[in-house]
């Protein structure tokens, strides 16, 4: 199977998506609403696929999905179709209003909601960003995808398997030669939040909306750390950040 250079992570996972699934579900969906198609795709003409594949589910589209990306239980299926549509709708793409900062953090919190107790649908969310990152034909909703990506990236890991392919298909768009600036900042702050989650695993409370807030402004929060000696230290931290890197931060402040 030919598929392009950023996807070939994906191969390995090739039966954990529902790709004939997906094609019959999509369909069904376009006969029902007239629409001639759904995929945007980087050509200049149409093109005509002998057969449906990973490539073309994992393209950019503007319509909800009818179903997961992935091989879900059946009572996941309902809840990953939601999760699509608070994509669209953090991206800005069913709305030609420009979303304020506070709709965004309260759809962020709402994907964490949905997605940070269940490892399922934390796969099922982050193949649904990576999918609305690639041929995505406007540059507003591009740079939203990838910092969705970076805001879930930053509280919640995905699964060994998923985790190695998002991690391989994120360097390959942080280090591309064509890659926008913008999108590379972005796709180089998700890798290295990829490392710090999947070392620290899921948080165990959903963020707060500080936390939120702090990621998407580009702003470190502060705390005080009281000693028993009656001193105290004030430490930085974000959403990632663990006991464990609070303890080095004091202790290098301290040069211990």
């Known amino acids: 199977m030919s598929i392009p250079p ?17 094609l019959k579900a999509m369909q069904k969906q376009i006969q029902s609403s007239g629409k001639r198609g ?8 149409p093109q005509v696929r002998e057969k449906f ?4 589910m994992l393209c950019f589209q503007k319509d909800p999905i009818p179903t997961s990306l992935l091989k879900v239980p059946n009572d996941l299926v309902s809840r990953s179709i939601k ?35 269940r490892s399922e649908l934390r ?44 991690s391989e298909y994120v360097h390959y768009i942080a280090h591309g030669a064509t ?5 590379r900042v972005l796709a180089l702050n998700t890798l290295n939040a990829l490392k710090r989650s999947v070392k620290a695993g899921p948080r165990v409370a959903i963020p707060a909306r500080e936390e939120i ?11 005080i750390v009281f000693f ?6 004030e430490i930085t931290y974000d959403m990632a950040t663990t006991v464990a890197d609070a303890v080095e931060s004091v202790c290098t402040g301290w040069f211990i």
């Open 53 to 56: 594949t990973l490539e073309d």
């Open 38 to 45: 759904f995929f945007i795709k980087k050509s200049v003409g």
């Open 228 to 233: 028993l000696d009656e001193t105290f230290e």
């Open 6 to 22: 950023e996807l070939a992570g994906a191969i390995p996972l090739i039966d954990r998506f529902q790709v004939e699934g997906f």
């Open 213 to 223: 807030e702090a990621l998407l402004t580009s702003r470190k929060l502060t705390t």
């Open 83 to 117: 999760l699509f549509h608070v994509i669209l709708k953090y991206m800005g793409v069913d709305s030609p209003a420009i979303i304020s900062l506070e709709e965004r953090i309260e759809l962020v919190a709402k994907l964490y909601k949905h997605t940070l107790k």
């Open 179 to 183: 890659t926008d600036s913008d999108v």
């Open 123 to 166: 796969d099922e969310l982050f193949a649904q960003i990576s999918k609305q990152t690639r041929n995505n034909p406007d540059r507003s909703w591009l740079i939203r995808a990838w910092e969705l990506m970076y805001l879930c990236a930053s509280s919640m890991p995905p699964s060994k398997d998923i985790g190695a392919y998002l």
